[in-house]
């Protein structure tokens, strides 16, 4: 019974190797992309909180049409 865990407990170096391999050239691959969608999420969540100031104002000045 206790034969069947040495597989999982000491995985063979060539597997490790490919797998970091892998990990390591999707980082690199990727790494430009995540960039950019970080860079639009950060610029939709400025828009937003200035259309929301922008529209607060807006409802203050003119505060008997609402």
């Not at 170096?13 to 960039?35: A, G, I, N, P, V």
């Not at 999420?41 to 937003?48: K, N, P």
């Amino acid at each position: 019974m206790g034969s069947i865990f040495i597989f999982f407990l000491y995985p063979s170096r060539f597997f490790l190797h490919l797998f970091y391999c892998r990990l390591r050239r999707l980082d690199t691959s990727e790494k430009w992309c995540r960039r950019s969608t970080m860079s639009m999420v950060v610029f939709a969540g400025i828009l937003l909180v200035f259309l929301l100031l922008g529209y607060l104002i807006y409802a203050l000045v003119n505060a008997e049409t609402f």
